[in-house]
């Protein structure tokens, strides 16, 4: 079983909406999470890094959320853009190591 | 920022040859370097740990004799797909860390599309 769980897998939102991706995890000790954009094709690209201590952290439109003690985070993407069409991925860090977990992305359409 | 050049992004090759792919950091030493693999709407996938100046670390199912991976000097390593199969075609991504810390922002290099015929 995955140790980190991402839902929706994919949505479909309307240009200018808002919209919240989850991700759950099991990964036991954490370290930190940290939320990727990879755009179709490309590597992915770094948005936010959360330890346990932080429990919000932006990066212009976008706002992660950490619950450390539910092991869940969000990350909220506010006035989407066509850009923002992307596959966002949730990674988390097991303490004392150098180990991720990748979950299998939140595949986000955004339409005119 | 930080930036992590891989080369080529697409390469076909036909079964049976080898393919050799490149990961740069370009303004940044980087003594430890990840390579991935990812299947369409997949994980990224781990499959080694290159380390600088010694042997990859691979991961449990990777075939280290057909995967080899060298880590020259502090700014390149390379991943050679050895005797290609067409199972073997994939995206192959690398990632480089600028300091030790647990929380330094891993970079990426932008992929390279393998297809084997």
């Known amino acids: 079983k995955n140790q980190v769980e991402q839902s929706p897998q994919s949505l479909i939102i309307l240009e200018g909406k808002n919209c919240t991706l989850q991700?759950?995890?099991?990964?036991?000790?954490?370290?930190?999470l940290r939320w990727y954009k990879q755009d179709t094709g490309r590597g992915p690209v770094s948005l936010t890094i959360m330890t346990f201590s932080e429990n919000t952290k932006s990066n212009g439109r976008y706002t992660a959320t950490l619950d450390a003690d539910t092991k869940q985070s969000s990350l909220h993407i506010t006035a989407s853009q066509l850009s923002d069409s992307a596959s966002y991925i949730c990674?988390?860090?097991?303490?004392?190591?150098?180990?991720?977990?990748f979950g299998k992305g939140n595949q986000v359409v955004v339409i005119p | 920022g930080a930036v992590v050049s891989q080369h080529p992004s697409r390469v076909i090759c036909k079964s049976g040859t080898s393919v050799k792919i490149e990961c740069r950091s370009l303004?940044?030493?980087?003594?430890?370097m990840f390579w991935y693999r990812q299947f369409p709407k997949q994980s990224l996938m781990l499959m080694a740990t290159s380390n600088e100046g010694s042997k990859a670390t691979y991961e449990q199912g990777v075939e280290k004799d057909k995967f080899l991976i060298n880590h020259a000097s502090l700014t390149l390593s390379t991943l050679t797909v050895t005797s290609a199969h067409p199972e073997d075609s994939s995206f192959y991504i690398c990632?480089?860390?600028?300091?030790?810390?647990?929380?330094?922002?891993?970079?990426f290099g932008n992929g390279t599309r393998l297809t084997v015929t």
């Open positions: 990674v988390v860090s097991a303490y004392g190591n150098n180990r991720l977990a």
């Open positions: 991700c759950n995890y099991t990964v036991s000790p954490f370290s930190n």
């Open positions: 303004d940044f030493q980087a003594t430890t």
């Open positions: 990632s480089a860390k600028n300091d030790g810390t647990l929380v330094s922002p891993l970079h």
